[in-house]
């Protein structure tokens, strides 16, 4: 007769407490993605002969498992590419487990050197386009052993397409971009790997020649201008023109995106000669000197246009192009300086006029570095002879010599090479 219990009697499962690689017992065991190691799993419970052991490193099983004993298996393992993956160890029908117990090395991206080959101490920043879409190669290590979902970063723009090549290289499209330098970063499957200041894009660049020749603006401002060139960005970007000299850094009223290759400026008002031009785009900048130009001051009517000759006394200037405050603003009447000058407006001024005799002069009003001029809009009062007489009597003998005295107006305020005559013969000597 016989009699029987189910289910009575167990075996212990498999324990795992270490799992190194090689010697290395330091915690995690690291394992380069496209090697094969000998993995060593150290515990108890693995059974007491060669008996179907097998480990699994995450959900891959290992090349081959080797049983050494009761405690201690050996285990090539296949190529990965995950971040830590837990170990699983069967023995027969019982399996064991242990979480975070292998790692893989994280993809590496290497910088170029001047040599042309890939070296961590001489790095060379790799300058691109930035209308992106160019097809860039990407060197490093373990970027896996097939194409597990590699995706390559410029910044934080995605690549327009990444294609693997190898566990050491990628193909990338690379992406439109804006700044001075980036860093560059690779997913593949759970690791990440990073390269700063790896690559920057093209500055924006003002093209002069073969394209527009000096722009010209009006002195008040608000005019439009096209700024042609090049990296102006694939869309509206923090896009700011500016309009410069070597003491000023003035920014256009407005700035307007148009495309890769043009901006447009509603200008500020300024009055210097020649100036450059700078775009700003995202925290790149490129400039061209001598590209911008504001109008002369033109004068059309001065009243009055008759002025005493002592001076001192209020003439106004219409025109345009002084300017929309008074800086650095002069006027002149002939060689000589207005004895004041007050801004007005753009289009007009007010001055106290300097003393002269000239008949006739030409205007100038001077605003910051520009000068504009015209003739012939103003004269002094010619003199006038009111009376001669001598100091004994107004009859002159015919032999000369006797002083006269002549009563005039608008002989002026000084000794300025003053003739008398008589008839059609000058005076021997004549003193104001």
Known sequence: ???????????????????????????????????????????????????????????????????????????????????????????????????????????????????????????????????????????????????????????????????????????????????????????????????????????????????????????S?????????????????SVQARITTETSNRGCEASSWLSETSVRCRTASGNSGCKAVAVTVGFQAGSATMAVSYDLPSITLVVPANQAVRGNASFSISGSGFGIEQYCLRASAGWTQAEATEWGSDTGLVCLMPRGLASTLPVMVTSGLLVGTTTDLMSYDAPIVWAVWDVDGSNFPGQGGVEIMVNTSSLGTFDASLSARSAGSACEMTRW
């Open 221 to 237: 401002g608000g005019g439009t201008i096209t700024v042609i060139g090049a990296g102006f960005g694939m869309f509206g970007s």
């Open 1 to 219: 007769r016989a009699g029987s219990l189910t289910e009575a009697v167990s075996y212990d499962l498999p324990i795992l407490t270490t799992v190194a690689n090689g010697a290395d017992f330091t915690g995690v065991a690291n394992l380069m993605s496209g090697e094969t190691v000998q993995l060593m799993v150290y515990g108890a419970g693995m059974g007491l002969d060669d008996y179907s052991a097998k480990i699994h490193v995450g959900m891959t099983s290992c090349e081959a498992t080797e049983w050494t004993s009761d405690t201690h298996l050996v285990c090539s393992t296949a190529a990965g590419s995950s971040g830590t993956l837990r170990v699983t160890i069967t023995a027969g029908s019982r399996a064991a487990t242990v979480s975070e117990a292998v790692s893989y090395d994280g993809p590496v991206l290497v910088p170029n050197n001047a040599s042309g080959d890939w070296s961590e101490t001489e790095p060379i920043r790799v300058n691109l386009p930035s209308t992106g879409s160019m097809s860039v190669t990407i060197v490093g290590a373990s970027f896996g052993y097939a194409d597990n979902c590699a995706v390559l970063r410029f910044g934080a723009t995605a690549c327009e397409a990444s294609d693997w090549q190898s566990d050491t290289s990628l193909h990338c499209r690379h992406p439109g971009g804006l700044m001075s330098s980036h860093r560059l970063m690779i997913t593949a499957a759970g690791g990440v790997g990073t390269l700063s200041e790896s690559h920057s894009y093209d500055a924006p660049t003002i093209r002069m020649k073969g394209g527009l020749g000096l722009l010209n603006s009006p002195s």
